[in-house]
């Protein structure tokens, strides 16, 4: 069974201070993805890493892809409020389109 | 339309009612999804439609619970004889533009909260 797992479970931090979250797994994937979900939304897609030590950057988040692709990190510089939510990380079951979730990690962010 | 609908947004169901959940696709999908979600957790996943046919529903808890999607468009999530442990919120998503399979972005609904009393 592939499972994914999520450090740390809660964060709590103020504006400006840097953080990492991280996704780990004992088995392969050909793809991770982290999405952010809002209280009252569904997630919604942040990033997809494909290749073993990839790097991907959207504005202040920094997203590394692990090179043996078992594990993958989100790295938030001068957190906001508005980064505020649930990140999962989610990478495809074998062979097939379903996707499988993290535990998450809530980050509060308090200006 | 332009994004996953689902409805209700929220339902409150007594103990042993029957409950029924709608998911609309994003037009042309192919893939679709139902996952549970219980607070501040990830979501767990329940079934997955390719079209018509239900290809996975080893998530579904019991019995109790039941997908359709018959014209591999809209989905229904069916849940008789609620019990408490049922309560949580029931996402949908789908992936795969029709005749496209790039990556497996999923794109969700807002999600359906089911609280059973």
């Known amino acids: 069974t592939q499972l994914l797992e999520q450090s740390p479970q809660f964060l709590s931090i103020q504006e400006g201070e840097n953080l990492t979250v991280y996704c780990n797994s004992s088995?392969?994937?050909?793809?991770l993805q982290w999405y952010r979900q809002e209280p009252g939304e569904g997630p919604v897609l942040l990033v997809t890493?494909?290749?073993?030590?990839e790097v991907k950057k959207l504005k202040r988040l920094t997203f590394q892809f692990g090179d043996a692709r078992k594990d993958s990190s989100l790295h938030i510089t001068a957190a906001q409020t508005g980064d505020t939510g649930l990140y999962l990380c989610?990478?495809?079951?074998?062979?097939?389109?379903?996707?499988?979730f993290g535990t998450g990690t809530r980050l509060q962010v308090f200006p | 339309g332009a994004g996953v609908s689902q409805s209700p947004r929220y339902k409150v169901a007594k103990r042993g009612q029957d409950v029924a959940l709608r998911c609309d696709p994003i037009?042309?999908?192919?893939?679709l999804f139902w996952y549970q979600q219980a607070l501040g957790q990830g979501p767990e996943f329940l079934t997955y439609?390719?079209?018509?046919?239900?290809?996975?529903k080893s998530g579904l808890p019991s019995d109790r619970f039941f997908a359709e999607r018959p014209e591999g468009s809209v989905s229904t999530l069916k849940i008789q004889r609620t019990q408490q442990e049922d309560s949580a919120v029931y996402l949908c998503?789908?992936?795969?533009?029709?005749?496209?399979?790039?990556?497996?972005?999923?794109?969700f609904g807002q999600g359906t909260r089911l609280t059973v009393v």
């Open positions: 998503a789908s992936s795969f533009p029709e005749g496209e399979r790039l990556n497996t972005e999923a794109f």
């Open positions: 088995s392969v994937f050909s793809s």
């Open positions: 890493v494909v290749t073993g030590g």
């Open positions: 989610a990478g495809p079951s074998y062979n097939t389109d379903k996707l499988i």
């Open positions: 037009s042309g999908h192919v893939s």
């Open positions: 439609f390719q079209n018509e046919a239900q290809l996975d």
